[in-house]
């Protein structure tokens, strides 16, 4: 049971180009969610996170959305840069105090020059 | 701030061999966590620690793996009688409590013959 999901597995963007990744969750319990990013032989790089109470959180060219009701998330990156080619995982919280987190699957970013 | 280390990056055994993992946390967090990725999947949640009480284990972690935090610093991952299925990511991670952002490790990529 994947209760985090990422529907896309790659995305292509042109550098300076929006760059727009989503992710799906089932869990209406969770209250918070994180989004990381992962270069090829390193671990997890935090990124952005937002709570359950926000429905918008920015940091320089990040932006994570929340639609609650949709139980969806979406990390928008404007403008799009060759170092930001990546796999990135959105992961959420099922409680408000452990830390534990449930990870999708990851969608790869390519930006192109 | 040095980072989550961990020790090795890559350990490559037999089947039915014991191996063990170590991890050094961010010297002022008192959680660490442990974490698995396979392939095409997100890192998988095994179990933490807040300082050196093990407070949850997932039901992924099965009777051959033990982890402990003897000092409430650096944790050990024990995988006993390795079996194939164990090849994986061993990631680690800390985070200072609560919702705050986890920190994770290179990890160590264990491959089991």
């Given at each position: 049971?994947?209760?985090?999901?990422?529907?896309?597995?790659?995305?292509?963007v042109?550098?300076?180009?929006?760059?727009?990744?989503?992710?799906?969750y089932?869990?209406?319990?969770?209250?918070?969610?994180?989004?990381?990013?992962?270069?090829?032989?390193?671990?997890?790089?935090?990124?952005?996170?937002?709570?359950?109470?926000?429905?918008?959180?920015?940091?320089?060219?990040?932006?994570?959305?929340?639609?609650?009701?949709?139980?969806?998330?979406?990390?928008?990156?404007?403008?799009?840069?060759?170092?930001?080619?990546?796999?990135?995982?959105?992961?959420?919280?099922?409680?408000?105090?452990?830390?534990?987190?449930?990870?999708?699957?990851?969608?790869?970013?390519?930006?192109?020059? | 701030?040095?980072?989550?280390?961990?020790?090795?990056?890559?350990?490559?055994?037999?089947?039915?061999?014991?191996?063990?993992?170590?991890?050094?946390?961010?010297?002022?967090?008192?959680?660490?966590?442990?974490?698995?990725?396979?392939l095409?999947?997100?890192?998988?949640?095994?179990?933490y620690f807040?300082?050196?009480?093990?407070?949850?284990?997932?039901r992924?972690?099965?009777?051959?793996?033990?982890?402990?935090?003897?000092?409430?610093?650096?944790?050990?991952?024990?995988?006993?009688?390795?079996?194939?299925?164990?090849?994986?990511?061993?990631?680690?991670?800390?985070?200072?409590?609560g919702?705050?952002?986890?920190?994770?490790?290179?990890?160590?990529?264990?491959?089991?013959?």
């Amino acid at each position: 049971d994947q209760q985090v999901k990422q529907n896309s597995p790659s995305l292509s963007v042109q550098e300076g180009r929006i760059s727009i990744l989503n992710c799906d969750y089932t869990n209406s319990m969770f209250d918070y969610f994180l989004w990381y990013k992962k270069y090829p032989a390193e671990g997890p790089t935090f990124l952005i996170s937002i709570s359950s109470i926000k429905d918008k959180n920015e940091d320089g060219r990040f932006t994570v959305f929340l639609n609650k009701s949709a139980k969806h998330l979406s990390l928008h990156i404007v403008p799009s840069q060759p170092g930001d080619s990546a796999v990135y995982f959105c992961a959420a919280s099922p409680s408000s105090n452990t830390g534990k987190l449930i990870f999708g699957q990851g969608t790869t970013l390519q930006v192109k020059p | 701030d040095t980072g989550v280390s961990q020790n090795p990056r890559h350990k490559i055994t037999k089947r039915g061999q014991n191996v063990t993992f170590r991890c050094d946390p961010i010297s002022e967090h008192n959680r660490l966590y442990w974490y698995r990725q396979t392939l095409g999947q997100g890192p998988e949640f095994l179990t933490y620690f807040q300082n050196e009480a093990q407070l949850e284990k997932s039901r992924l972690l099965s009777d051959r793996f033990s982890a402990e935090r003897p000092k409430g610093s650096f944790s050990t991952l024990e995988i006993q009688r390795t079996e194939q299925g164990d090849s994986a990511m061993y990631l680690c991670a800390s985070s200072w409590q609560g919702n705050s952002p986890l920190h994770f490790g290179n990890g160590t990529r264990l491959t089991v013959t």
